[in-house]
């Protein structure tokens, strides 16, 4: 079944220890989102491509990088992890034409814990 | 004042009962979303709207473009229908998708 897998689900590093979070989907979307969901919170937009162009929201932290290196693939690097970037971290793609129209699909999410 | 608001923000009832989630919104929008997240999970995506109503299953979801309002029904409610559900609505050419603040739905058995 076409999808959005993100891998770990569950990630669990050391304060300023750089980590890693993937993203990978079959279903040939061209946009691809990462969100930060806090307890009991809406989701927050960190960035998202289009293709291969970079959008980055105004106020994600420079701590957060972002690399696409093709369209099924999509990553999420936080170079120094702070206790408060402990979150779900939610992948998210979407197709800008077609009978789907924008509707986003999301991934199970990766919880990251800081120790 | 968030420019998508939802009530309730929790709702009980008892397995069975017709469920009914509101979601107003303050900006002209392009799409509606409603979406699924289960404790500790990741986010599923129920209907996208902009026009109308969708069904799908025992769950149903209406529009209402002039008055910029939208609501989630589930008939027959069962306790695996306990989750957070999220309105989110879209702007134009905009790909930023604006949360609302979520209803906390538990289905007693």
């Known amino acids: 079944d076409a999808m959005v897998i993100q891998n770990p689900r569950y990630q669990v590093t050391q304060f300023g220890k750089p980590v890693t979070l993937s993203c990978s989907q079959t279903l040939n979307h061209n946009v691809m989102y990462w969100y930060q969901q806090k307890s009991s919170q809406a989701p927050k937009l960190l960035f998202h491509y289009y293709d291969k162009d970079f959008n980055n929201e105004a106020d994600t932290p420079d701590n957060f990088q972002s690399r696409r290196p093709n369209t099924s693939f999509c990553f999420l690097d936080i170079r120094s992890p702070g206790l408060g970037d402990a979150a779900m971290y939610l992948c998210?793609?979407?197709?800008?034409?077609?009978?789907?129209?924008?509707?986003?699909?999301f991934g199970p999410g990766t919880r990251l814990t800081v120790l | 004042k968030n420019e998508v608001e939802q009530s309730p923000q929790n709702l009980t009832a008892q397995e069975g009962e017709f469920i009914t989630i509101n979601c107003s919104y303050s900006?002209?929008?392009?799409?509606l979303h409603w979406l699924q997240q289960h404790p500790g999970g990741g986010i599923v995506s129920l209907f996208m709207?902009?026009?109308g109503k969708k069904k799908h299953g025992r769950l149903i979801a209406t529009i209402n473009i002039q008055e910029k309002h939208s609501s989630l029904h589930i008939t027959a409610s069962h306790p695996r229908d306990s989750a957070v559900y999220i309105c989110a609505v879209r702007s134009g050419g905009n790909e930023k998708l604006t949360f609302g603040t979520g209803t906390r739905l538990t289905i007693i058995p």
């Open positions: 998210a793609t979407s197709r800008l034409s077609g009978t789907s129209g924008n509707e986003q699909f």
């Open positions: 900006v002209g929008i392009s799409a």
């Open positions: 709207l902009s026009s």
